[in-house]
């Protein structure tokens, strides 16, 4: 029974004059005696007031849990925000570390491609660059090489121009038992020279001995190597000479088919009628061969320095220029 019921009731009430009144469910009804009147006041039971009660703290309640849900509501749209920030922010550092990754890689490929040249006893450094690519990454890199003696290389690289500077440096050691043939040119050089002495001197037995065999047979062996050069006439005054040693093949003239008589012949020119004369088996005198040896050399072998008992030190092989 609601508020209103009661009303009804109590103006029921006032309208009979005598109305029993009777307690109903969850309804109170006191009655007061007033001199020949009995009041009656009908009220509540308590059970439902605090039913009230209980269910108006109760509202009160889910009103605060749904402010409660409602800024819990609003705290979760603000970490979502921030989740989809940071989640931008990871794919933008993903996007950089690509591309540190790509310059990284990019800068080994280009240090990888730097690779020193022979050891040369005269030019103990070396310099190279290389260039690097991937994905799209580039880089460009410069190393210098240091190599004092066949048995040990020091290196510097680095890469330059991308942003991502790597650097390398190492150091190279041979280590072991050594063979006893040596590589040096130095070494070699000199074998060869040595060799091509023993070569000459076998060609001066061999013209020798072709020589005896013909003197014996009475016959020669030798093939007619004459030449005719169309810039020296019958007339010239050096013709006969000419001839002769054309002839004899000391003189073979240029690769035009010209003899040239009025250029100047150079030493090496000069070396290598010797040289022939001498294949020949021509006896020459050996301050004539001791002259012109190097220029009959292809190369030479020059000693730099020597120690305090004039033993050689350090030797160059030097190349002959004609």
Same mark, same amino acid.
């Given at each position: /029974? ?15 004059? @005598?109305? &029993? ?15 020949? &009147?009995?009041? *009656?006041? %009908? $009220?509540? @039971? ?39 920030? #940071? ?10 570390? #690509? ?22 006893? #005269? ?10 690519? *991937? ?10 090489? *240091? ?31 050594? @063979?006893?043939?040596?590589?040096? =040119? %130095?070494?070699? $050089?000199?074998? %060869? ?27 020669? /062996? ?20 000419? $001839?002769?040693?054309? =002839? ?9 088919? &010209?003899?040239?008589?009025? =250029?100047? /012949? ?9 040289? =022939? ?7 020459? #005198? ?32 030097? %190349?002959?220029?004609?």
């Amino acid at each position: /029974m609601n508020v209103a019921q009661l009303k009804k009731l109590q103006n029921q009430v006032n309208a009979t004059g @005598s109305t &029993t009144v009777s307690a109903g469910k969850h309804i109170n009804v006191t009655t007061t005696t007033n001199g020949t &009147t009995k009041d *009656y006041k %009908v $009220s509540l @039971s308590d059970d439902i007031t605090n039913q009230i009660t209980n269910n108006t703290t109760n509202i009160n309640n889910i009103q605060g849990d749904v402010t409660n849900i409602k800024q819990n509501v609003t705290n979760i749209q603000g970490d979502i925000t921030n989740i989809k920030q #940071d989640v931008t922010n990871m794919g933008r550092n993903v996007a950089r570390l #690509d591309k540190k990754v790509n310059k990284s890689v990019a800068g080994a490929a280009a240090l990888a491609a730097l690779h020193p040249l022979d050891f040369d006893p #005269d030019a103990k450094w070396d310099f190279a660059a290389g260039y690097g690519h *991937y994905h799209d990454g580039n880089a460009a890199a410069l190393g210098a090489f *240091y190599r004092p003696n066949e048995d040990l290389q020091f290196s510097v690289g680095s890469t330059v121009g991308n942003g991502e500077t790597v650097v390398n440096a190492g150091m190279s050691v041979k280590v072991g038992a050594h @063979s006893n043939v040596s590589r040096s =040119r %130095v070494a070699i $050089s000199k074998e %060869v020279l040595e060799l091509k002495k023993t070569v000459a001197v076998q060609n001066a037995q061999i013209q020798k001995l072709t020589a005896l065999l013909n003197g014996l047979a009475g016959t020669n /062996m030798k093939a007619d190597r004459s030449t005719l050069f169309p810039d020296v006439p019958n007339n010239h005054w050096a013709y006969a000479a000419v $001839s002769d040693l054309s =002839r004899r093949g000391l003189v073979e003239g240029y690769p035009d088919g &010209t003899f040239g008589g009025d =250029r100047m /012949m150079t030493r090496y020119e000069f070396a290598q009628i010797v040289y =022939r004369a001498i294949q020949n088996g021509v006896v020459v #005198d050996n301050r004539l061969v001791s002259e012109f040896g190097p220029e009959m050399a292809l190369f030479r072998v020059d000693t730099i320095a020597k120690n305090h008992e004039g033993q050689p030190t350090i030797e160059r092989v030097r %190349v002959n220029k004609k």
